[in-house]
Every structure is written in C-alpha cells, then in structure tokens.
Nanobody, 127 residues
Framework: QIHLVESGGGSVQSGGSLTLSCAVTGYTYDHYCLGWFRQVPGKERERVAD???????TVAASVKGRFTISRDNTKSILYLQMNRLVPEDTAMYLC?????????????????????WGQGTQVTVSS
C-alpha cells in the first residue's frame, strides 16, 4: 500500500522558517508527480509546489522566492523549505502523489488529479 506521512509543521512567528517533510512508502515506479498543497477551512485547496520525476519543480507565485521544494530520492522524502513565513501561510499542508506527470494538458496537475494524499501537517504563523 502507498502511504504519505507529513511532518514538520508547527507554530512560528512571522518571518520564521519551517521545513516540512513527506515520507512516501509503497510506491516503486520511476515516474511520478509529488506535490505540496495547503488548505484553509472554507477555501479551496491551493497548490504550493510540485516535483516531477524528471527533476522539474515549480512553486506557486504566492510563495515563490520563499518556499523551495526538494526530494531526497534515497529516503523517498519530499521536503518543503518555507522561509519568511507570513500569517497568510497559515494552513494545513498536505503532500500528494500521482503516477502521471506534473504537467497535464499544458498546466500543472490539480489537486483533484492526485491519487494519494497524506493526512497533513498544520502550520500556524503568528504576526
């Protein structure tokens, strides 16, 4: 079975940093798309960043220059380094996995197009 487990969330003051981790187990294929999303109650799930199996990464405009996505292939862990956090970054952060590419019909894979999800880790940024 495929499992994704996030960790690293917490409470931090504005301007601080956190590194989220997503441990992936049970997925043995070479091709995949891994993504980080965040969700605030009452709002749509927002794509934060994604990592394609060819090494291509993208981050959303709202976090560009502050967040970095990376992967440790030997440990099958996906990371999200978050710097200069602001209260608007407060959300539940979830990682997701799909066996397809991150590019779908000329756009990045949307949240409804991922097959597997973790439970999420809460990030709270206070002003």
């Amino acid at each position: 079975q495929i499992h994704l487990v996030e960790s690293g969330g917490g409470s931090v003051q504005s301007g601080g940093s956190l590194t989220l981790s997503c441990a992936v187990t049970g997925y043995t294929y070479d091709h995949y798309c891994l993504g980080w999303f965040r969700q605030v109650p009452g709002k749509e799930r927002e794509r934060v960043a994604d990592f394609d199996s060819d090494g291509t990464t993208t981050v959303a405009a709202s976090v560009k220059g502050r967040f970095t996505i990376s992967r440790d292939n030997t440990k099958s862990i996906l990371y999200l380094q978050m710097n200069r956090l602001v209260p608007e970054d407060t959300a539940m952060y979830l990682c997701a996995l799909d066996g397809g590419e991150c590019w779908v019909a000329g756009r990045r894979r949307g949240s409804h197009e991922y097959n597997w999800w973790g439970q999420g880790t809460q990030v709270t940024v206070s002003s």
